[in-house]
């Protein structure tokens, strides 16, 4: 069965740097691409990104940009979010989400979500 | 940037009543690529539907779909007590993806 495991709860300092890891098994990895999409406490669902773990090409939602880098380890299966300067609206719960390799699609599979606290 | 405006923001209504939710887009949605979700507290959400219409594996037929261009609506024909929720529209047909801000449905 399809299933994206994600690395625990962070706590951060303002400034720090986030790396959030999201395992998948039961698919051919390479198929398929991985979105990011944060959610902050009590607010809607924001996405942040998407890398295609086909060819590794990226899309970062403009806000952003520059603070973010998604790769992907294909050896692996694992798709990693990096987000760098931390600030307190940070905060939130990060889920990685099944996407397509080339195109967009439905999110049809997500991660158990990482809970991240930036406070200092 | 396409933008998403789902209505009502709360929905209240009784087990075994009919739920209509609304998503609204700035623009038109190439080829209809718009999803919906269901998440609940605690929980990563759930694909209901994709496509417009598309019933995701395992989803009950009492979730259907519909719309096209900029008009989409999502309708629980009978309400289960599991499906009082929060309910998100996703657009993916242009980037970047976008999001509603969500309709609760509570029980009333």
């Known amino acids: 069965q399809v299933q994206l495991v994600q690395s625990g709860t962070e706590v951060k300092k303002p400034g720090a740097s986030l790396n959030v890891s999201c395992k998948a098994s039961?698919?051919?990895?390479?198929?398929?691409?991985i979105s990011w999409v944060r959610q902050a406490p009590g607010q809607g669902l924001e996405w942040m990104g998407w890398?295609?773990?086909?060819?590794?090409?990226?899309n970062y939602a403009q806000k952003l940009q520059g603070r973010v880098t998604m790769t992907t380890d294909t050896s692996t299966s694992t798709a990693y979010m990096e987000l760098r300067s931390l600030r307190s609206d940070d905060t939130a719960v990060y889920y990685c989400?099944?996407?397509?390799?080339?195109?967009?699609?439905?999110?049809?599979?997500w991660g158990q979500g990482t809970l991240v606290t930036v406070s200092s | 940037e396409i933008v998403l405006t789902q209505s009502p923001g709360t929905l209240s209504l009784s087990p075994g009543e009919r739920a209509t939710l609304s998503c609204r887009a700035s623009?038109?949605?190439?080829?209809?690529?718009l999803a919906w979700y269901q998440q609940k507290p605690g929980q990563a959400p759930r694909l209901l539907i994709y496509?417009?219409?598309g019933r995701a594996t395992g989803i009950p037929d009492r979730f259907s779909g519909s719309g096209s261009g900029t008009d989409f609506t999502l309708t629980i024909s009978r309400l289960e007590p599991e499906d009082f929720a929060v309910y998100y529209c996703?657009?993916?047909?242009?980037?970047?993806?976008?999001f509603g801000q969500g309709t609760k449905v509570e029980i009333k």
């Open positions: 996703h657009q993916y047909g242009s980037s970047p993806w976008t």
């Open positions: 890398i295609s773990a086909y060819n590794g090409n990226t």
């Open positions: 623009q038109s949605v190439s080829s209809s690529y």
């Open positions: 039961g698919y051919t990895f390479t198929s398929y691409g």
């Open positions: 496509d417009a219409s």
């Open positions: 989400a099944r996407d397509g390799a080339v195109a967009g699609k439905a999110f049809d599979y």
